[in-house]
């Protein structure tokens, strides 16, 4: 069986090779948590707001808006929807990902965010977060790492501005 986590990395590391041709990237790496909010709008019922620290300090919301069954017991895949909010602007990403239920009551994801548009210093970048975490069933409760490639164009890295 092909570990998920490594196939992950291995799509992250093409999609930094692509991005990397268009236009110049920044790597960050960290650690997240995430709670359940008191109101979710996903049709599937799984939101989280959290906290990323590390290379990218910011705070995020996600939103699933699908959850598919992949054939094997236990087995997830799903899309959804992130914002992440820095002091600087906003990202907005098209999360995709893979959730594999566990007897304990957890369940381990891995989680591809796709930046899509943006705000502020971030109009115009573009790249992805990649996930890898715990979702805690009865809480709702997330923790996990990110690795996070974004990239911009030349002329809008001489704004002057520092990251976030």
Known sequence: MVNRNALALAVFV?????????APCKTY???????APA????PVRICTHGTLV?????????????LVPTGIPEEFTYTGHSLITTGKGTLTGSDSGHLTMRPDGTATFVTTVKLVGGTGKYEDVSGQF?????LDLATGGTV???TAQICKDEA?????????
């Open 54 to 66: 590390g290379g990218f300090p910011s705070t995020y919301d996600f939103v699933a808006d699908t």
């Open 39 to 42: 109101d979710c709008e996903s």
């Open 29 to 35: 790496t960290g650690t997240f948590t995430a709670v």
């Open 144 to 146: 996990g790492s990110y």
């Open 130 to 134: 990649v996930a890898p975490g715990v």
């Open 14 to 22: 093409v999609g930094l090779a692509t991005a990397a041709a268009a």
């Open 156 to 164: 809008d890295e001489a704004d002057g501005q520092e990251d976030q």
